[in-house]
């Protein structure tokens, strides 16, 4: 079992930065990809970025993202991040961590474990 507790959301202009990031309980959080999740109001929830499981040496983003924000993790705290860089209003969503032992179905969104999610909201 995977509890997954997002922090780091907020209010920022347009332009601006913030850094998400997602605590993991137990012990097992190396073996794990991790990804983002994103959902705005009246759209469907959708990838953003993931890293795969151990060192993270590969990671994968969503073409809307890419170049703006970096995922990371550092598995001796049992947690990731998301650094989110020049930010949009289009940006604007909650978004949420994603625990899964396979990275096909985390791309997917058929993860085993979700966070509860924080809110990021951009103003132009």
């Known amino acids: 079992q995977v509890q997954l507790v997002e922090s780091g959301g907020g209010l920022v202009q347009a332009g601006g930065s913030l850094r998400l990031s997602c605590a993991a309980s137990?012990?097992?959080?190396?073996?794990?990809?991790m990804g983002w999740f994103r959902q705005a109001p009246g759209k469907e929830r959708e990838f953003v970025a993931g890293?795969?499981?151990?060192?993270?040496?590969?990671?994968y983003y969503a073409d809307s993202v890419k170049g703006r924000f970096t995922i990371s993790r550092e598995n001796a705290k049992n947690t990731m991040y998301l650094q989110m860089n020049s930010l949009k209003p289009e940006d604007t969503a909650v978004y949420y961590c994603?625990?899964?032992?396979?990275?096909?179905?985390?791309?997917?969104?058929?993860?085993?474990?979700w966070g509860q999610g924080t809110q990021v909201t951009v103003s132009s």
């Open positions: 137990g012990r097992t959080f190396s073996t794990y990809h």
């Open positions: 890293i795969s499981s151990w060192s993270g040496g590969t990671k």
């Open positions: 994603a625990a899964d032992l396979s990275p096909g179905a985390l791309v997917a969104g058929r993860v085993d474990y």
